[in-house]
């Protein structure tokens, strides 16, 4: 037709033998090996496109196809592989619709993944999908029933980064460390576990700079096993993280949990746990989560070190009991960690403490906003740690506790609120309060060795024994007696009612009390004992700048007991008189049923003052 061509180094053509696809030893070939642009005019007026696709740019209907044994062929044409060639195939293996695109080069470089051996010592390279592997491209099945274990594992041993479809479920059994700086996109895919793991084994482990978009895991019925993804390298973002077990997972040693977060720099913003006795253990140092949700049977979430961590919400609900029939412990255990910020904590129905504070050393420097805890079989929010160690600048915007004290396994001397070997810290707003009367809230807020506090409001209700509860002295981490001063609390006002025993208790034993001081009218109603009880059989005094403004309604015992008043005490009444009270002279009373301005002098008596 007039084309002429250039660069050739062979130019053949075989018999025609009626059709395109019949034209056995045609060979066209350039000096590139598969630039026929060229040529394009001349191919059609030949009739062999068809002919020369097959033999340069094949498609193979599966992998193994593609990399039978010598000469491999389609419609009877032979195909010759060299490097550079572009292959494609219909469906990795049959049935399972992962097609592939592959680049040729020369040589044996197959790893059993994504390089695929060919005829004539070359190899076939899998090509990305901007820049991750579809895992239907490497053999994975998907369907949640086929065994994708082998391909996983090949996947992993690649290195490379990958994506899957949505809709798949990963069937798989074993454990897997999956490398660093790989990128998962697994959209609504999920893995679900075969078989059971040894106790103290982890599913997944991801390693360090990985980034994910969502990691999805299923534990159906049968299957067993203590930690379902690990994160243990460093700077690693996974989107979201998803465990759910049909049955209780019993996995209740302190290192199990189902989501574990070890690594540093590692941001899971949506975190969720079902049917694991212990849900998330967080210690990686600058970890941050949006939200975090964990429906557990043992401890929600460990909040163990983790320096630096930020959270937006935590949400525990412990449902008892555990695989092994006993109730659970704390909704969130946070030990040890330092610069901790949050907004709220949420725990529901935890066996023991709703939210504990503790660990050796104790917290520093913690903010969070909130917490929130209800149905308690202990303490709702909790302060302890180690004899040698103290929780110190805690800032904690508000804290409520609903119906500490649960009927399934109450814990005696339970509170609302115990504060323990804590200094230098802020609680703006405490809420106790009983809305069950079944629940045994024992106290509504307890004090253990206390140094620079403040309690800036309150409002305390409905409690079975005391409202504030002062003990001087304690036992030791080996049981020893040891002596606990109250140095510097302010509780800045509120009111109180409906509380079977006194309004504040103190209990001296060893330690003195300094500094503590109700102030701005702290008020009572409903009282079943003493506003003030202030006794003990212990060496303990008032030993300096202590003043309690109270205003009080009801009460069925006497205003003040006070064995241990004494002119440290600055005691200001409002509420009924009664001329017996012990109290420290100077003290002031308006009595409200004759509306008189009372003064205690300096013989012991009260005098009328003007109002």
Same mark, same amino acid.
């Given at each position: 037709?007039?084309?002429?061509?250039?660069?050739?180094?062979?130019?053949?053509?075989?018999?025609?033998?009626?059709?395109?696809?019949?034209?056995?030893?045609?060979?066209?070939?350039?000096?590139?090996?598969?630039?026929?642009?060229?040529?394009?005019?001349?191919?059609?007026?030949?009739?062999?496109?068809?002919?020369?696709?097959?033999?340069?740019?094949?498609?193979?209907?599966?992998?193994?196809?593609?990399?039978? =044994?010598?000469?491999?062929?389609?419609?009877?044409?032979?195909?010759?592989?060299? =490097?550079?060639?572009?292959?494609?195939?219909?469906?990795?293996?049959?049935?399972?619709?992962?097609?592939?695109?592959?680049?040729?080069?020369?040589?044996?470089?197959?790893?059993?993944?994504? +390089?695929?051996?060919?005829?004539?010592?070359?190899?076939?390279?899998?090509?990305?999908?901007?820049? +991750?592997?579809?895992?239907?491209?490497?053999?994975?099945?998907?369907?949640?029933? =086929?065994?994708?274990?082998?391909?996983?594992?090949?996947?992993?041993?690649?290195?490379?980064?990958?994506?899957?479809?949505?809709?798949?479920?990963?069937?798989? /059994?074993?454990?897997?460390?999956?490398?660093?700086?790989?990128?998962?996109?697994?959209?609504?895919? /999920?893995? +679900?576990?075969?078989?059971?793991?040894?106790?103290?084994?982890?599913?997944?482990?991801?390693?360090?700079?990985?980034?994910?978009?969502?990691?999805?895991?299923?534990?159906?019925?049968?299957?067993?096993?203590?930690?379902?993804?690990?994160?243990?390298?460093?700077?690693?973002?996974?989107?979201?993280?998803?465990?759910?077990?049909?049955?209780?997972?019993?996995?209740?040693?302190?290192?199990?949990?189902?989501?574990?977060?070890?690594?540093?720099?590692?941001?899971?913003?949506?975190?969720?746990?079902?049917?694991?006795?212990?849900?998330?253990?967080?210690?990686?140092?600058?970890?941050?989560?949006?939200?975090?949700?964990?429906?557990?049977?043992?401890?929600?979430?460990?909040?163990?070190?983790?320096?630096?961590?930020?959270?937006?919400?935590?949400?525990?609900?412990?449902?008892?009991?555990?695989?092994?029939?006993?109730?659970?412990?704390?909704?969130?255990?946070?030990?040890?960690?330092?610069?901790?910020?949050?907004?709220?904590?949420?725990?529901?129905?935890?066996?023991?403490?709703?939210?504990?504070?503790?660990?050796?050393?104790?917290?520093?420097?913690?903010?969070?906003?909130?917490?929130?805890?209800?149905?308690?079989?202990?303490?709702?929010?909790?302060?302890?740690?180690?004899?040698?160690?103290?929780? /110190?600048?805690?800032?904690?915007?508000?804290?409520?506790?609903?119906?500490?004290?649960?009927?399934?396994?109450?814990?005696?001397?339970?509170?609302?609120?115990?504060?323990?070997?804590?200094?230098?810290?802020?609680?703006?707003?405490?809420?106790?309060?009983?809305?069950?009367?079944?629940?045994?809230?024992?106290?509504?807020?307890?004090?253990?060795?206390?140094?620079?506090?403040?309690?800036?409001?309150?409002?305390?209700?409905?409690?079975?024994?005391?409202?504030?509860?002062?003990?001087?002295?304690?036992?030791?981490?080996?049981?020893?007696?040891?002596?606990?001063?109250?140095?510097?609390?302010?509780?800045?006002?509120?009111?109180?009612?409906?509380?079977?025993?006194?309004?504040?208790?103190?209990?001296?034993?060893?330690?003195?009390?300094?500094?503590?001081?109700?102030?701005?009218?702290?008020?009572?109603?409903?009282?079943?004992?003493?506003?003030?009880?202030?006794?003990?059989?212990?060496?303990?005094?008032?030993?300096?700048?202590?003043?309690?403004?109270?205003?009080?309604?009801?009460?069925?015992?006497?205003?003040?007991?006070?064995?241990?008043?004494?002119?440290?005490?600055?005691?200001?009444?409002?509420?009924?008189?009664?001329?017996?009270?012990?109290?420290? +002279?100077?003290?002031?009373?308006?009595?409200?049923?004759?509306?008189?301005?009372?003064?205690?002098?300096?013989?012991?008596?009260?005098?009328?003052?003007?109002?």
């Amino acid at each position: 037709n007039g084309t002429t061509l250039t660069n050739f180094v062979e130019y053949t053509l075989g018999t025609q033998g009626g059709s395109s696809s019949s034209l056995s030893g045609a060979v066209i070939r350039s000096n590139n090996g598969n630039d026929f642009t060229d040529i394009a005019a001349t191919r059609i007026n030949l009739g062999i496109n068809t002919a020369l696709d097959k033999r340069y740019s094949p498609v193979f209907a599966t992998k193994d196809a593609m990399s039978s =044994a010598s000469p491999v062929a389609i419609d009877g044409l032979a195909v010759t592989f060299t =490097a550079g060639m572009r292959l494609k195939t219909n469906e990795f293996s049959a049935g399972n619709g992962g097609g592939a695109e592959y680049i040729v080069e020369a040589g044996d470089t197959s790893d059993g993944f994504g +390089k695929i051996l060919l005829a004539g010592t070359f190899t076939a390279v899998v090509q990305n999908t901007n820049g +991750k592997v579809d895992l239907l491209q490497v053999g994975f099945v998907g369907d949640g029933s =086929a065994d994708d274990s082998s391909a996983l594992s090949a996947l992993i041993s690649s290195g490379k980064s990958f994506k899957a479809d949505p809709t798949m479920v990963f069937s798989v /059994s074993g454990s897997y460390v999956f490398p660093s700086d790989i990128t998962m996109e697994l959209s609504g895919a /999920s893995f +679900k576990l075969r078989g059971s793991l040894s106790a103290g084994v982890t599913m997944f482990s991801i390693g360090a700079d990985c980034q994910i978009d969502r990691f999805s895991i299923s534990i159906p019925t049968g299957i067993t096993l203590d930690k379902a993804i690990t994160f243990t390298g460093d700077n690693t973002t996974c989107g979201e993280v998803v465990c759910v077990s049909v049955d209780v997972q019993n996995n209740t040693g302190n290192e199990n949990a189902a989501i574990r977060v070890i690594g540093d720099n590692v941001t899971i913003p949506i975190q969720y746990t079902e049917n694991f006795d212990n849900g998330g253990l967080w210690r990686g140092s600058d970890f941050k989560s949006e939200v975090a949700e964990f429906k557990s049977h043992v401890r929600g979430l460990w909040i163990d070190t983790a320096p630096d961590c930020k959270f937006g919400l935590i949400k525990s609900h412990v449902r008892s009991p555990n695989a092994s029939g006993s109730p659970g412990h704390n909704g969130v255990l946070i030990s040890s960690a330092s610069r901790l910020t949050g907004t709220r904590i949420t725990s529901m129905n935890s066996g023991e403490h709703g939210v504990r504070f503790g660990g050796d050393p104790g917290c520093d420097a913690v903010d969070i906003g909130g917490i929130y805890t209800r149905l308690a079989g202990g303490t709702g929010v909790k302060f302890r740690c180690s004899s040698n160690s103290v929780h /110190s600048y805690i800032t904690i915007g508000r804290i409520v506790s609903i119906d500490s004290g649960d009927t399934v396994n109450p814990i005696s001397n339970q509170e609302g609120l115990l504060l323990e070997r804590l200094q230098n810290s802020y609680i703006g707003y405490v809420e106790i309060r009983k809305e069950d009367n079944a629940k045994s809230c024992h106290q509504g807020v307890s004090f253990y060795q206390i140094s620079n506090v403040v309690i800036g409001k309150y409002s305390i209700s409905n409690t079975n024994n005391d409202c504030f509860n002062f003990e001087t002295s304690g036992t030791d981490d080996n049981s020893n007696a040891e002596d606990r001063d109250i140095t510097g609390l302010l509780i800045g006002g509120g009111i109180a009612s409906d509380i079977d025993r006194h309004a504040i208790l103190i209990n001296f034993g060893g330690g003195d009390i300094r500094r503590l001081q109700f102030a701005n009218g702290c008020a009572f109603n409903s009282i079943g004992g003493d506003v003030i009880n202030a006794q003990g059989s212990g060496s303990g005094i008032f030993a300096g700048e202590c003043l309690f403004d109270l205003f009080f309604v009801t009460v069925t015992g006497t205003p003040v007991n006070g064995s241990k008043l004494n002119s440290d005490v600055n005691v200001n009444l409002t509420g009924p008189h009664n001329a017996t009270t012990a109290v420290a +002279k100077g003290s002031r009373w308006h009595d409200t049923s004759t509306n008189n301005y009372l003064v205690k002098n300096g013989s012991g008596t009260w005098t009328t003052l003007n109002p």
